[in-house]
């Protein structure tokens, strides 16, 4: 026994040795040290299982493994099992990762053709869904897909003006036309008396005066193929086309619901449930105006104004503190 600093070792080379294990095999090791000490350093075994937050029980094979194997008997062990005899073979595993690849299906899928497969085969051998996963999970096909999926580039048309983002939305029950370049993310909206069709295009002359190159909607009747007074719309403010999303697939305008989501919330925080549309485009403006100018977008790493038109409004602070009244709390 040799104590250096205050602990006890069984040999001198321990005491370098000691500071390469992990916190928990240090204390293991200075608490069988006491307990096999003399006194004064000698504590009961009670005290010792104490000290590593063991049971006795514990503590006495903790003892007899460090007596067995030395430092290393301090370490947990591997709980792996030694043998696994139900464990896929190679060949079951060469057969899955093939399906998978060929297919790209899910676990499910897989065992599934591996199980018609079997039984055409004449035997009776299953290949469960779990067991498929957990082939996919160990060779880390699961875990590349998710990778691609990650590597998943976000889509933007190339400059301001490129597309333009078209759509109607509600609030309190009052229609609302908004508009956003896809570009730059610069937003428009305006609320509507009504959703008819010219009243619709009227709006879109409003907010976005200029000619673009391409517009993007979706299917409603006011946007749709046949609709004749969309088609003229077209024909005096497009330089290409008028582009329809996929049915069912929303994310299409992803960016345009952002956007959305966003002005009905502010809306909704000043508003209530009130329907007056003077109100409305009143703080609809406001919000714009923090929005085009004022607020920061990851994606693009400005504001979108800036990339629109490579200008942004410096009152817009000014302008939105007033609107919301807090002259008082902020700084103008």
Aim: proline residues 3%.
């Amino acid at each position: 026994m040799i104590v250096s600093r205050g602990e006890i070792y069984f040999e001198r080379e321990h005491i370098g040795m000691i500071k390469e294990l992990p916190k928990y095999a240090r204390n293991r090791y200075f608490a069988i040290t006491r307990t096999l000490a003399a006194k004064p350093f000698k504590i009961t075994r009670t005290e010792a299982a104490n000290m590593i937050k063991k049971s006795l029980r514990q503590l006495y094979r903790i003892i007899s493994r460090f007596k067995q194997e030395g430092l290393a008997g301090l370490l947990y062990r591997s709980r792996r099992p030694r043998r696994s005899p139900n464990k896929t073979s190679s060949e079951d595993e060469k057969i899955i990762l093939q399906v998978r690849e060929a297919s790209g299906f899910g676990p499910d899928g897989v065992a599934t053709l591996i199980r018609e497969s079997n039984k055409r085969k004449g035997t009776s051998k299953k290949v469960h869904s779990s067991t498929v996963y957990n082939v996919l999970v160990r060779t880390q096909e699961i875990e590349k897909e998710k990778r691609i999926q990650n590597d998943w580039k976000f889509f933007e048309w190339g400059h301001p003006r490129r597309l333009i983002q078209g759509d109607l939305t509600k609030f309190n029950g009052v229609p609302i036309l908004t508009m956003e370049d896809d570009h730059s993310r610069k937003g428009w909206a305006v609320s509507l008396p009504d959703q008819r069709d010219v009243t619709v295009v009227n709006g879109m002359k409003k907010l976005v005066n200029d000619r673009y190159d391409n517009l993007l909607t979706d299917n409603g009747s006011q946007f749709s193929r046949k609709n004749s007074v969309m088609r003229k719309y077209c024909e005096g403010h497009l330089n290409e086309k008028h582009i329809w999303t996929s049915v069912h697939h929303p994310q299409t305008m992803g960016k345009l619901s952002a956007y959305q989501k966003a002005l009905k919330r502010f809306l909704r925080h000043r508003l209530g449930c009130s329907r007056n549309r003077a109100k409305i485009d009143h703080w609809i403006s406001v919000f714009n105006g923090w929005y085009n100018n004022g607020k920061y977008h990851l994606s693009i790493r400005t504001v979108p104004e800036e990339r629109y038109s490579g200008r942004v409004d410096d009152n817009w602070y000014l302008k939105l503190v007033k609107a919301l009244k807090l002259e008082s709390v902020l700084t103008i």
